[in-house]
């Protein structure tokens, strides 16, 4: 069994920084891409950012510039370092981990984050 394990949320004021963490544990063989997916009140949840098992990186337009991803893969850990934050970056954000076919991939529970202007 694949747990997927957030931390890092809370509340802060515009302007300052978060930094998520996401800890893969259990029977894992491999572990491709890993993501964080965010889903505010109201909305559809949506991608943030992602990083390949290689590095590779694909950020959505709004965090472009503010956000940082990146991975321990000793650690199977995967992190998100939010600077210069908004109020409309409020949300629930969950990490993903992608472990290919055929064991498909597994979400975390979440972790919230609140932004005050």
């Known amino acids: 069994q694949v747990q997927l394990v957030e931390s890092g949320g809370g509340a802060v004021q515009a302007g300052g920084s978060l930094r998520l963490s996401c800890a893969v544990s259990?029977?894992?063989?491999?572990?491709?891409?890993m993501g964080w997916y965010r889903q505010a009140p109201g909305k559809q949840r949506e991608l943030v950012a992602r990083?390949?098992?290689?590095?590779?990186?694909n950020y959505a337009d709004s965090v472009k510039g503010r956000f940082t991803i990146s991975r321990d893969n000793a650690k199977n850990t995967v992190y998100l370092q939010m600077n210069s934050l908004k109020p409309e970056d409020t949300a629930v954000y969950y990490c993903n981990a992608d472990f290919g076919a055929p064991w498909g991939d597994a979400w975390g529970k979440g972790t919230l984050v609140t932004v005050s202007s």
């Open positions: 990083i390949t098992s290689g590095g590779s990186t």
């Open positions: 259990g029977s894992i063989f491999k572990i491709n891409a």
